[in-house]
């Protein structure tokens, strides 16, 4: 699902996987800027907002468990610049639903990781 919106500074890390809630690699910080998604922790759904400055023609969104499983991809493909927002809605790919738990979400344009965080699930 896609709404429109945009960040903030702390920075984690978790099994090899960085983890900067709203904030941007250093490497590009005027390409993105990034709200961590809302609400954390969340039980039914929760919104990642970002922006981009310019058009990318390979942007991905994933979801990874606490073992760095890819649980689902929320984007992957083409955006323009501007405001987006994506919800997950605590489920996998094949629609089941995730059990409660820690999960982490990357963005990366053009197969850099740009920014990460994470986010609690409740059921």
Sequence with gaps: ????GFGDNRV???E???CAPASVAASAPAQISLIPMTPNPFSESTRLEFNLTRSHSDTN???YDAHGRLV???VQGI???GPHAVVWDGRDH???TMPSGQYFYELQ??????ASGKVLLIR
């Design 109 to 114: 344009l053009t197969g850099k990781v740009l």
């Design 72 to 74: 689902r991809t929320l």
């Design 16 to 18: 090899g996987i960085a």
């Design 12 to 14: 984690y890390r978790h």
């Design 61 to 63: 969104v994933g979801v």
């Design 94 to 96: 094949a629609g089941k």
């Design 79 to 81: 955006l323009s610049a």
């Design 1 to 4: 699902m896609w709404v429109s």
